[in-house]
């Protein structure tokens, strides 16, 4: 048996607390030498000389599923069926317990309630049935994970829950069977505590889970880009194969407009590729013999023949959707700052409550058992974590809420407490800082010539040209309404520009090389041209029969509004670093102009998640900003991915924030709505925690021997209200906040 990656599936898991529990497990086992758990995915990521059955059968063990994960579409599709099953049980079991819960609420509210004497007693056994019911259908899965928990001698939510929930109903049921149990102010019943606790769970269970999306989409989509057939040449003979079966070196025909099945090199033929899936950049590359072709891009014009250089797991393509389940897999986790605290405050509270119990008993006054069980009682119920299950995911809903009507969508809760503390903002160049679309950005006309007549003449050759730039110049001319002359004898000549006859005079357009070979006097031309050049513009001359015309030049535009959007985030002390597949020479170019700190250019797309990830290891906490398909390994290994809405559907999957408006304001709006929610979520952790700390030893009889005062389990129930009205109210404040320098 040799070393080799395994892939999980985790079934049960509720919080960090069972991430934890289950990375025990695996690691346990004999051969595994690291053991991954990504709990947004439930999944993990088992690296060892082990069998995968042995690492199933120790999750089982600690009181959870698993199964082996094999990474196919069909099983792709089938966990995305459970997982929306899933969220419309938890909807429904939300639904249920918030009928009855609020039915009851409203009852007490309207004190219509019946008192537990006399047929009142029926009344009551018939809500402790119906609350009963509630607890197994709505909550069945709170006890469950408690007691797996309990087994695995760990504390999370689940205990809380389960705790909270069983104590209320249990204390109300005694009430009912036995009043006389506990001195008649006591006997207070709260059942409808219990079930509107299990109906607010269960709702954020399911708007957490609805938010956290589809996280294996960008996998399905990059799959989707993968070629099924390939036409290769065999005896002479071109004939269409599955993938599954090219071989290396097999020479395979690609025709105008087809995707390249995998990696090779070109044999026969030129064309213009479209690469823009793999470098970002949308103008498409020239490729001639020899030159390299990766699979999965798009030839635009052309057939050629290449020599298949690497298949299957080899390419490119796959390569990069390896690296995005790997990145997925390896981010670091968000601690659950509520499962934390749970894990300690829980243990506390049931030692507390024991030595409530047995203080009571051995020397609290007549009747003990009443006191003994009011007092342990009121400790448990006054720890009820209604309020603590809420504090986080309230405030997340509202922030999430918050940052869509920037124009900003996020993921999940996760992202947007890890965005407040970006330190360093990674910006892809194309279609992030720029437009992402070539056009012509200046023209220079020559002697006796002005721009229209420039334009026009430059957008007639080109009409007939599948020159990369072609399309901006043609659009140019169509923007203004110039009408264009026919181009005949038309040449492309490779690596040069074009020729033609254009109303009976000789038309050169391309580069300087092509001037030179035909001897056109330039005179202060080539000095405009390094000019352009240093600004990021791709300069191109037109001479007319013999004679220079001018200069059309060609960029990708940067967006109106990076240059402010820079600006905010370096208000705000983040660092702006650019990371671009593009020449060094046009990168600063666009730096320059915007503000960006940093360039590191020229960077081929399994570098780009190397450089974030060496970003990382220096301490930086790293914000990813792209939109092609290039990115998405990088989006999926920064701390916290923004993908551009205006770009390919697998960076919006990979990444954890979507910026609908295309906009660079988004990456600081997020930002800024991030503190803010993290500020919020802590003070309702305090707001949910106040009255416990406070409440906890007065239930326990604290003021008892001084002053006869016990807290009546009436108090810990509005308290337990109290601390939840607290925690929404506050959670609510953030619809006012309003991003500073914010563009809506």
């Not at 069998?51 to 099983?75: H, P, R, W």
């Not at 720029?434 to 007639?460: F, H, K, M």
């Not at 399309?471 to 040449?491: C, H, K, M, Q, T």
């Amino acid at each position: 048996m040799t070393d080799k990656n395994i892939q999980l599936s985790i079934g049960s898991m509720s919080c960090a607390g069972c991430v934890a529990s289950v990375e025990r497990a695996l690691n346990a086992v004999p051969g595994v030498e690291s053991a991954v758990v990504n709990f947004a995915e439930h999944t993990a990521e088992v690296s060892g000389n082990v069998a995968a059955q042995a690492l199933i059968d120790a999750v089982i063990a600690a009181g959870y599923e698993a199964a082996e994960l094999s990474g196919t579409e069909e099983e792709s599709e089938e966990k995305e069926a459970a997982e929306f099953a899933y969220y419309r049980s938890l909807l429904k079991k939300a639904s249920v317990a918030g009928v009855v819960g609020a039915s009851l609420f409203g009852m007490m509210l309207l004190s219509v309630m019946p008192s537990l004497d006399g047929g009142g007693r029926i009344f009551w056994a018939m809500v402790a049935a119906v609350s009963l019911f509630v607890l197994v259908y709505s909550g069945g899965r709170f006890f469950t994970g408690a007691w797996k928990a309990f087994k695995g001698h760990n504390a999370n939510m689940d205990t809380l829950i389960a705790l909270g929930t069983g104590t209320a109903w249990l204390f109300s049921t005694l009430i009912l069977i036995w009043p006389g149990m506990v001195p008649a102010e006591a006997r207070h019943l709260y059942f409808e505590a219990a079930v509107i606790i299990i109906a607010l769970i269960n709702l954020g269970a399911a708007l957490e889970m609805r938010a956290r999306g589809k996280t294996s989409e960008a996998i399905k989509r990059l799959i989707g880009l993968q070629v099924k057939t390939a036409r290769v040449v065999r005896d002479g003979k071109e004939i269409d194969v599955p993938i599954e079966q090219v071989g290396l070196n097999e020479t395979l025909r690609v025709r105008p407009g087809e995707k390249i099945a995998i990696d090779g090199v070109i044999i026969d033929g030129h064309s213009n590729i479209d690469e823009s899936m793999i470098s970002g950049e949308p103008l498409p590359v020239e490729k001639q013999v020899g030159d390299e072709v990766v699979g999965g891009t798009l030839n635009k014009s052309g057939t050629f023949l290449f020599s298949a250089t690497r298949i299957g797991k080899d390419t490119a393509l796959a390569r990069i959707i390896e690296m995005v389940r790997q990145a997925q897999n390896s981010k670091p986790a968000i601690g659950r700052m509520v499962d934390k605290i749970a894990g300690v405050f829980v243990p506390v509270v049931l030692l507390l409550a024991v030595v409530t119990f047995l203080v009571w008993f051995n020397f609290g006054p007549e009747p003990k058992a009443a006191y003994v069980l009011l007092t342990t009682m009121t400790v448990l119920i006054i720890a009820c974590p209604c309020a603590l299950g809420l504090a986080t995911p309230i405030s997340i809903m509202v922030g999430v809420g918050k940052a869509a009507e920037y124009g900003v969508l996020i993921r999940n809760g996760e992202a947007l407490q890890r965005a407040g503390q970006i330190t360093t903002v990674v910006l892809d160049k194309t279609g992030t800082v720029t437009e992402g679309q070539p056009a012509v950005t200046n023209l220079i006309p020559a002697a006796n010539w002005d721009e229209a007549r420039l334009l026009s003449v430059a957008a007639s050759i080109e009409t007939g040209s599948e020159h990369p730039l072609a399309e901006a110049i043609v659009a140019a001319a169509s923007e203004r309404n110039f009408s264009l002359s026919s181009a005949e004898g038309f040449e492309a000549i490779a690596g040069h520009g074009v020729r033609a006859q254009i109303d009976g005079r000789a038309v050169l357009f391309g580069n300087r090389k092509l001037m030179d070979d035909h001897s056109i006097a330039l005179s202060e031309l080539p000095t405009e041209a390094a000019r352009l050049a240093a600004n990021g513009e791709t300069p191109m001359y037109l001479a007319v029969d013999g004679a220079a015309a001018g200069i059309v030049a060609v960029a990708d535009p940067i967006k109106a509004d990076s240059k402010a959007a820079i600006a905010r985030l370096h208000k705000i002390g983040i660092k702006v670093v650019m990371l671009t597949g593009d020449n060094a020479a046009t990168a600063a170019a666009v730096a320059n102009q915007v503000g960006i700190d940093e360039v590191i250019a020229e960077v081929l797309p399994a570098d780009k998640s190397a450089k974030v990830a060496a970003l990382q290891t220096s301490g930086e906490v790293v914000g990813m900003v792209g939109d092609g398909i290039n990115d998405a390994p990088a989006l999926a290994r920064a701390d916290v991915g923004f993908a551009i809405g205006t770009g390919t559907d697998v960076a919006i999957e990979s990444a954890d924030v979507t910026l609908m408006r295309g906009s660079l304001h988004g990456v600081a709006d997020a930002i800024a709505i991030s503190i803010a929610t993290v500020r919020n979520i802590k003070q309702n952790l305090f707001g949910a925690f106040i009255y416990n700390s406070l409440g906890i030893p007065i239930a326990a009889g604290i003021l008892f021997p001084l002053f006869g005062i016990l807290l009546n389990p009436i108090v810990a129930g509005g308290a337990m209200a109290m601390s939840s009205l607290t925690v929404v109210t506050n959670a609510n404040r953030l619809r006012l906040f309003k991003p500073e320098g914010a563009q809506s």
